[in-house]
């Protein structure tokens, strides 16, 4: 079992340097991209074999599609790499592992066939049609963008997302997924044939959350889901919902179980990741790792 991770980053170098220390092996490799917005220079430590930033770097903006572009670009950088991955796994660079890279190569071998993305046929809970038929321009075009935000405040400034899609049905879910080779194929070789859908994502909110979703959702890949394999903790704050950082309570609760699981409105199902630590968690990582060689009565792992 191959897997390559594809890294979609614009902080946190230490914690994704050591994100990579606890996942590398022979059967594993990262790619990484950084916003072109963020400065290379203290990605600089994180080296390695099979570590490979893309040359290319999108300046990515928050829920624009600037974000599928860079990713986009992480899977066909994979796709092409000579070491024929069985696996894409997508992470923020914000995540460390809640397992040992044995034993998520020993889950993925066990699950092959499978797509770990979740997502729901639209309207869903959180992702209204709105999300679609409201115009949002990028920030590349703020004057747009500015008169559209206006408009759609006073119910204006709206479309039929079925001009576009066609005999597509929306699907929605979250960005972070683990997705076969084969599904990962299928998507570049849609965009390919397919500029209508990408042309539509351009202005809406958070493509990131519908493109490939709908691509899948729409596909022989789609009866093939699961849930996706990461820890978040939303809370709401204000008109926005945001993941918890991850704290000594989270990490009581992945100590409380050895296979840490989750059963809500998108399935049950183990989880593999947890997201969202930041370069000043380090001691809590630490101390995860420790969690996890206990669970797996590994040797203790070294984290300066």
Not at 168 to 178: I, K, V
Request: glycine share 6%; charged share 25%; hydrophobic share 40%.
């Amino acid at each position: 079992m191959k897997i390559a991770y594809l890294l979609f980053a614009y902080k946190n170098p230490k914690l994704i340097k050591k994100l990579i220390e606890h996942l590398s092996c022979e059967e594993a490799a990262f790619f990484v991209h950084i916003d072109r917005k963020s400065s290379i220079e203290p990605f600089d430590a994180i080296r390695g074999e099979r570590v490979f930033f893309t040359k290319e770097r999108i300046p990515v903006f928050w829920a624009e599609f600037s974000g599928v572009e860079a990713i986009l670009l992480l899977i066909r950088e994979a796709l092409a790499a000579p070491g024929h991955y069985d696996y894409l796994v997508l992470l923020s660079g914000s995540e460390f592992p809640l397992r040992s890279r044995q034993y998520i190569h020993n889950f993925f071998g066990q699950n092959r066939g499978r797509e770990f993305i979740t997502m729901m046929k639209m309207p869903a809970p959180g992702k209204p049609l709105s999300r679609l038929n409201t115009l949002r321009y990028p920030s590349t075009r703020p004057v747009l963008r500015f008169v559209f935000r206006a408009l759609a405040k006073i119910g204006l400034g709206r479309r039929d997302y079925r001009r576009s899609f066609g005999s597509l049905e929306p699907y929605s879910g979250m960005t972070w997924w683990a997705l076969s080779r084969e599904a990962c194929q299928y998507v570049i070789d849609f965009t390919q044939r397919d500029r209508k859908l990408a042309g539509f994502c351009r202005c809406i909110h958070a493509p990131e959350e519908t493109f490939i979703h709908t691509i899948l959702g729409n596909s022989p890949f789609g009866s093939r889901r699961r849930r996706n394999l990461v820890y978040e903790e939303w809370l709401p704050r204000g008109a926005q919902a945001h993941p918890e950082m991850i704290s000594a309570r989270h990490l009581e609760i992945f100590a409380s179980q050895n296979e840490v699981t989750v059963q809500d409105l998108h399935g049950p199902g183990e989880l593999l990741f947890a997201r969202k630590f930041s370069d000043d968690s380090l001691p809590l990582v630490e101390k995860l790792a420790a969690l996890i060689a206990q669970k797996e009565k590994l040797p203790s792992p070294s984290l300066p």
